[in-house]
């Protein structure tokens, strides 16, 4: 099975496809701390599922998936970003926004039957395997330009995130910190719903994040350990998928699952046999 | 209580101010409490504070409003550097609004504020803020030491470590109240004075001339009350700061506040506790017969009858039932 393992690891379908996912995992892995904290797996949920809406539009007029899943998120994230400031509100602008874009999504399938089909039962369930190398530029593209963002914003977001009201006294720009962040997220979405799917994306956007908490009170800390569950579902999950012909998506939910389990139920044991103190 | 019932309310009040100013109580050598209702009754040179220096703050013929509701009028009041205001009144009053005012997130609507010399600026680092306790979820990966550190460097830009001035700053906000004990545990499951001890870490490890207070000790015991308050008004003392403290229940701060403000219904009234705190003055303010008891140190509040503009009924208004705490 090793030897089967490195024999494919020789191929560029399988290199592309390793880069890939250490990309999306990154980038998941981040911002999975902040949807977790800010409780935004609804908005994630809305994200992605208008970016296949917008997937299935560029695919009518013959553009690339990815593009339009780009494009389809960041435009859900606009529009949730100007209709739903309150945080009461929110949940059901999201809805909302996404009832409709759903909506327009079968429509485009209606109007598209042909091969069309495949590409979509790709989109819903994940397809890192069949990156191209134009997708892995985009997809890297992306990355830089989220990570960046997230950097440059990570001090206030946090501060917005854990304590609004003081944030704000403080003269953070609140509303613009989570326009923003809503922006990167639809970038992120954008990136794992390649590996995983629409179907599966909250296993990278969510798991990750909330697996982390479970481990650390240290906030930098969590990020880190938010960032290695992504990584090792992510890459874990490709490496078991060249072996053994199973989809991809079912190996990193399991993975990502595995790992909440762990920190939920294992983990605590473990640190109160060792010492009750918290690390410094 | 409604927009119009308001406005209309202002404008009816000016001579129930008037006359319940009139049998003013001069106790002491201090100026009567200046009760402010409209532009008829310009008093705001009472309690311009007769020192060189620049004024911690400076309202003059203020107005708050949100759209077409007026939240306060007129309001002009100065306070002195190292000066402890405590601004009272209901919920619902504007004592919120005169923070946001402040801090530069509610612009006023006429009249001028200054703030440590300027017009009031987002983010003005000389000011702290201490919330009330809202309590932190019990999983969230925070510490009371971060907490303590979004204070230093929170609102900027970027990402990073705090600096290791920062980290001395933070360990010195801890040791000032007390809080190094706990400095590492999950905020979540500390309690609510524990909590707020933090809170107040927060907002004096950037070494603010003024401290903002909106309703710290709201949901709090009446121990942590007490810590709580003196922790604050000792920092006053001690750094010479000026403390703006909005309170709906006077009584943890009567040993601190050198002066007072009562916000209702678009009216105040500003001075000591002696002068504002008074059946005449309160009255005046509410525009109904109340009654303001001294028992045993404490100052109660009592309304009689309806229509008073507060609901004695909710516990967490102003005034409070005598009963409300042990």
Known sequence: MIDQLVHLLGYEFAQKALVAGFLVAVVAGLVSRFVVARNMSFAVHALAEV????????????????????????LTALLIGALGVRIRERDSVVGVIMAFGLGLGVLFITLYPRYASEAFAILLTGSITAVSRGDLLLLAVVAAVTILGLGAMYRPLTFATVDPVVAEARGVPVRLVSILFLLILAAAVAEAVQVVGVLMILTLLITPGATAERLTVQPGLATVVSVAVALVATVGGILLALVITVPVSFFVTTIAFGCYL???????????SRAPQMDA | MSEDGLTSGVDRVGDAAASAIAPAPTTGAAPGATISTGPRLRRRGAAAPTAPEEPAMCFDRATLAYGDRVVWSELSLTVRPGEFLAVLGPNGSGKTS????LLGLAPLAGGQLDVLGHPPRRGDPAIGYVPQHAGFDRDVPLRGRDLVGLGVDGHRWGFGRLSRDGRRRVEAALEAVAAGPYADAPIGRLSGGEQQRLRIAQALV???????????LASLDMRYQQEITELIGDWARQKRGTVVFVTHDVNPVLGYADRVVFVVNGRWAAGSTDEVLTTETMSGLYDAPVEVLRVRGRIVVVGEGSGAGFDIDEPHHFPEPAGTHP
């Open chain 1, 262 to 272: 762990a920190a939920r139920f294992a983990w605590p044991l473990l640190a109160t």
């Open chain 2, 98 to 101: 005169l923070l946001r005012a």
């Open chain 2, 206 to 216: 950037g070494e603010p001339a003024l401290l903002l207070c909106d309703e710290p």
């Open chain 1, 51 to 74: 970016g296949f809406t917008g997937s299935a539009g560029f695919i009518l007029i013959g553009l690339s998936p990815v593009l339009g899943l780009l494009s389809g998120s960041m």
